[in-house]
């Protein structure tokens, strides 16, 4: 998985409602889907996994691939995303 901006994530973190930060990689739920993390953005910087480069932006949010490879860009912290694992990449 490659970084992209310019200096660490040093904004205000995005959080799942249990509390844990999101992290590209997560395995999560969204709406009972299960999906991965692909894209993090703080706001001023983003992550995001290879192959993605073109979905980073500089808006706060994330964007999530489920199984099926459809993308899900969610503005913020989400009731309907549900934290499942830390991804392993």
């Known amino acids: ?4 901006g310019a200096k660490p ?5 995005l959080l799942y409602t249990s509390g844990e930060e999101v992290q590209l990689g997560d395995r999560v739920q969204f709406d009972g ?4 993390v692909v894209v993090v953005s703080d706001g001023e910087t983003y992550k995001t996994a290879s192959g993605y480069e ?5 808006e706060r949010g994330l964007t999530i691939c489920d199984d099926d490879g459809t993308l899900t860009t969610i503005d913020d912290s989400d009731a309907r995303l549900v934290f499942v694992e830390r991804g392993t990449g």
Not at 33 to 36: G, L
Not at 54 to 58: E, K, L, S, T
């Open 33 to 36: 889907t299960f999906a991965t």
């Open 9 to 13: 994530m040093d904004a205000e973190q």
């Open 54 to 58: 073109d979905y980073a932006g500089v």
């Open 1 to 4: 998985m490659r970084a992209g």
